[in-house]
Nanobody, 119 residues
């Protein structure tokens, strides 16, 4: 079994910064991709950023130049540094990992962490 646990959400003023972190634990053999998705009220969940185990990154156009994803393969962690936050970044942010465990290879989700950008 694999678990993903996020931390770091909260309330921030427009223009401010937050850093989200996610740690994967359990019977992990390999993590191929980790990433962040978000879901705002009344909207579908959308990709924010992903990073592969060889360091290749992908960002949504809406966050390019403001957000930076990074990972530590040895610790099975992924982080999202969010700068110049806007009210439209308000959402629940979910960590995702495509993980090979001892039993299966599949996608796992964290429980989500709320990010609110408001003055």
């Amino acid at each position: 079994q694999v678990q993903l646990a996020e931390s770091g959400g909260g309330l921030v003023d427009p223009g401010g910064s937050l850093r989200l972190s996610c740690a994967a634990s359990g019977t992990i053999s390999n993590i191929y991709v980790m990433g962040w998705y978000r879901q705002a009220p009344g909207k579908q969940r959308e990709l924010v950023a992903t990073i592969t185990n060889d360091g290749s990154t992908n960002y949504a156009d809406s966050v390019k130049g403001r957000f930076t994803i990074s990972s530590d393969n040895a610790k099975n962690t992924v982080s999202l540094q969010m700068n110049s936050l806007k009210p439209e970044d308000t959402a629940v942010y979910y960590c995702n990992g495509f993980v090979r465990s001892t039993l299966t290879t599949r996608s796992y989700w964290g429980q989500g962490t709320q990010v609110t950008v408001s003055s």
